[in-house]
């Protein structure tokens, strides 16, 4: 079956540190997005990427479907990139998803 | 972006009857979805629609129904609620443009069964 797999499973950062979200994917690579969620809440898009390069602010996403991996790199974080970040990998209108990287980030 | 709202926005059920799951998008997409998310499993899609009158199975469709009456309406149906159903779940929607398609999410419904 499709695997997606995701690291680290959690991380923790004093405010204003970098961090580095790994997406491998056991499959094909099709597309793929990056999403974001709070506790308790919804699902918020970050990145629809087939491939490359993308950036939105401190948030840069690199696709190489060739090895079958993307990244999430936060720069400067802040306390309000807190939550939860998943990356799900699609193949004909549907999504598989990671288990996603729990993010801290500490005043 | 789409909009996609569901309701109830949280239900508690008791074990043995049926629970109706709703969802609603105003973009126009061909396609929308149900998934659940459970700690450690991360999201499972259960079944998705095509267009209106068509439904899928998806990875965990065993004990839910769906129902596309119309292109802008998605239910999930419980027949008979049990405790292992007990989660949340999150409705989506997607542009058909082309296979890939990037999808939007709705506020999810917690669903606790008793």
């Known amino acids: 079956g499709q695997q997606v797999q995701q690291s680290p499973a959690s991380l923790v950062l004093q405010e204003g540190e970098n961090a580095e979200l790994q997406c491998n994917f056991s499959t094909s690579l099709n597309s793929m997005q990056w999403f974001y969620q709070r506790p308790g809440g919804s699902l918020v898009s970050l990145f629809y990427?087939?491939?490359g390069t993308k950036h939105s602010g401190r948030l840069t996403s690199t696709t190489v479907i060739k090895e079958r991996r993307s990244s999430l790199h936060i720069s400067s974080s802040q306390t309000t990139d807190s939550g939860t970040y998943l990356c799900a990998w699609s193949n004909y209108n549907v999504l598989y998803f990671g288990s996603g990287t729990k993010l801290t980030v500490e005043p | 972006e789409a909009a996609v709202t569901q309701s109830p926005r949280n239900k508690v059920a008791v074990t043995g009857g049926k629970v109706t799951l709703s969802c609603n998008q105003t973009?126009?997409?061909?396609?929308m979805y149900w998934y659940r998310q459970d700690t450690g499993h991360g999201l499972r899609l259960i079944h998705y629609?095509?267009?209106?009158?068509?439904?899928e199975k998806g990875d965990i469709p065993d004990g839910y129904k769906a129902s596309r009456p119309s292109q802008e309406n998605f239910s999930l149906i419980l027949e008979l609620a049990t405790p292992s159903q007990t989660s949340v779940y999150f409705c989506a929607s997607g542009d058909r443009g082309g296979p890939h398609a990037e999808q939007f999410f709705g506020p999810g419904t917690r669903l606790t069964v008793l």
């Open positions: 973009n126009n997409h061909n396609n």
């Open positions: 990427n087939p491939s």
């Open positions: 629609s095509y267009g209106a009158g068509s439904t």
